[in-house]
Each structure stands twice: as structure tokens, then as C-alpha cells.
């Protein structure tokens, strides 16, 4: 019941947030218009929205402190912008926030330190979609997912034309043990750099099943709630909840086929934009799973998603009304 009531809270705060700003915060960016860090999530966004006004304030004045630079985007335009670290060694990295913790994680509630690799948990992921995508490092590049939420892209409730109650914002993760966790739940297979969902579905090298198919996963789920990174902040509708996630070799910060999951049995809740709460099994259809999940075929292109159910409620504008 916690679970569910806080993944109705920070939905919640989107529907404030959108009111305030006439549109919804960016997957990765800031408050729409200002502070355009490219890298901070929706999670961060809505702070003053879940009475955490002092935290924001906290990353407001750190980020007025850091060093202006400019540059020029993909257009050949100049913008400008602060320098700074999302997950950098300062006291905003050090929070804990109850409503963004699921209370049957049994790591969540591990307290935020600079030498725990424990910082500023938590286990709500926003919806990249039924896709993978590359995020640029750049100061302002913009990025579209299938979902609502791209970088330093503002979408209103009028873009999910499938219909709010239709389109998944956020979903489970569970957090990361360390930097380098090899668990289904919380961890990444960095050793399989594939567009096969199948592939990354199959990739399980114990009999039961808890640990992807190669060890060294370079990992941070859950950890840094103010970094909209893919790798940490994101799940992706392909695979059916606690499926391994996929990653590119550094983290999964791009191309990552990013899996919901947790220790709930059976599967994981999920907020739709209108905010109700559906539990999504294991066993959700997922459609065609040997369909290439890279952005080329996903990214400016509508139609119907590849991967069932769980696909179609993934994407924000796929002409479908598939609902779980």
C-alpha cells in the first residue's frame, strides 16, 4: 500500500507541476526553461511539489554557484548554461526522501553517504518508452523518447494522444548494491551491447536466475534521484518487469534496455499519467521481443509498438489504447 501510495504522490506532483509550468519536466533537463543542466530528472523537478521546498532550494542556490559556460548546439546556436555535477559530493546528495522509497526494497532504506554508494536513493523510474536512446552530453541537444518525458523536451498532457490513462510515467526499480551489482534487481549486463530484446532477456548465468550473464556491471540504480541519467533513472516498456536490464559498457547511460523490477511477487507497480496505479506482471505481454529496440525505429517515428501491452503503455502516442 506504500508503494502504491507513493507512486500516486509523485504522479501527482507532475499534474502540479504541469499546472505551474503548462507542461511536464524533462527526463533529463530542469525546470522548463531555467537551469537547463541537461541531466536532471523529473524526480528533482517536482521537489517543492512533494513538500521538499528547502531541498530544492538546497539545488537551486548549488547550481547558482557553479561556473557559467557557454556553447554551441546541434543549430549553431550559443546557449548558456552552470557547470556542475549531479552527483557530486555536496549536501543535496546526502537526502533522503521517504515517498521515493518502495518499502519492500531492502536496500532503499539504506541512509545516503558520500563512501556508501548510497546517495540520495530511491526506487521510481520514469518511462523512456518502448526504445532505447542516446542522451547527449551536450548543454542543450534535445532528445525524444516514445514516452513523455525526453531531454530538454517539455511535453504537456495534450502530447500522450493515446490517452493519460493509457500512458505509463513511472514504474519500480530496485537499488544498486554498489557500483558494480550483477543482480537481476538493481544491476546491469554490461557485456551485452545488443538491440535483440530477446538476447538481453535470456542473459542469466544462474539457475535461479538472480544475476545477468556476465559479472562487472558498472551500475548506479537508484542511486542519485536529481540525475535524470538512463542508466539510474529510467525503465524502458520491451521487457516484462524483473527481466535483466542491457547496457552500453559505461553504466547503461545510452542505448540500455533498462528493466522495471522489484521485490514485489510477481511484478512491479506502475502510475499512469492520469494517476492511477496498475500492478504489471511478469507475465505481461510484450509482443516481439526479437524486433530491434534502437532509436532509428522508434525516435521520430509513430505507429504501434512492437511490444504488446507493455509496449503500447510505454508509448505516449503509438495510436494504441492498450492498457494492462
Not at 18 to 29: E, F, K, R, S, T
Not at 142 to 148: A, D, K, L, P, W
Request: hydrophobic letters at 30%; proline letters at 4%; glycine letters at 14%.
Amino acid at each position: 500500500m506504500q508503494c502504491t501510495n507513493h507512486l500516486k504522490q509523485i504522479t501527482l506532483s507532475l499534474h502540479n507541476y504541469h499546472d505551474i509550468n503548462n507542461g511536464l519536466p524533462a527526463g533529463q533537463g530542469g525546470i522548463m526553461g531555467v537551469w537547463n543542466m541537461s541531466h536532471l530528472s523529473p524526480l528533482w523537478a517536482v521537489l517543492p511539489f512533494i513538500e521538499q521546498p528547502q531541498l530544492f532550494d538546497v539545488w537551486k542556490n548549488y547550481i547558482d554557484s557553479c561556473a557559467e559556460f557557454s556553447a554551441t548546439d546541434a543549430n549553431g546556436t550559443t546557449v548558456y548554461g552552470r557547470s556542475f555535477s549531479a552527483d557530486g559530493g555536496f549536501e543535496g546528495n546526502y537526502s533522503y526522501i521517504s515517498t521515493y522509497i518502495c518499502p519492500s526494497d531492502p536496500n532503499g532504506h539504506a541512509e545516503a553517504g558520500w563512501n556508501s554508494n548510497m546517495k540520495s536513493r530511491f526506487n521510481y523510474a520514469w518511462c523512456g518508452g518502448d526504445c532505447c536512446v542516446w542522451l547527449p552530453t551536450g548543454p542543450n541537444g534535445q532528445v525524444r523518447t516514445r514516452g513523455v518525458f525526453g531531454r530538454n523536451l517539455y511535453d504537456s498532457f495534450a502530447a500522450a494522444t493515446d490517452g493519460t490513462s493509457n500512458t505509463v510515467v513511472y514504474s519500480e526499480r530496485c537499488g544498486s548494491i554498489g557500483w558494480y551489482d550483477d543482480h537481476v534487481r538493481g544491476g546491469m549486463n554490461n557485456q551485452i551491447y545488443t538491440w535483440n530484446p530477446k538476447l538481453c532477456k535470456e542473459a542469466f548465468k544462474t539457475g535461479d536466475r538472480s544475476l545477468v550473464a556476465e559479472s562487472g556491471a558498472k551500475q548506479f540504480a537508484g542511486q542519485w534521484f536529481a540525475n535524470g541519467f538512463w542508466g539510474n533513472s529510467t525503465f524502458t516498456t520491451i521487457l516484462p518487469p524483473n527481466s535483466p536490464s542491457c547496457g552500453d559498457g559505461d553504466g547503461g547511460e545510452n542505448y540500455s534496455i533498462t528493466t522495471a523490477n522489484s521485490f514485489h511477487t510477481g511484478g512491479v507497480n506502475a502510475a499512469a499519467l492520469d494517476g492511477h496505479i496498475s500492478f504489471i506482471s511478469e507475465t505481461i505481454d510484450c509482443g516481439d521481443l526479437t524486433h530491434a529496440a534502437n532509436q532509428e525505429y522508434v525516435r521520430d517515428v509513430g505507429g504501434e509498438s512492437p511490444y504488446g501491452v507493455w509496449g503500447a503503455f510505454g508509448s505516449k502516442d503509438g495510436g494504441e489504447s492498450k492498457t494492462p
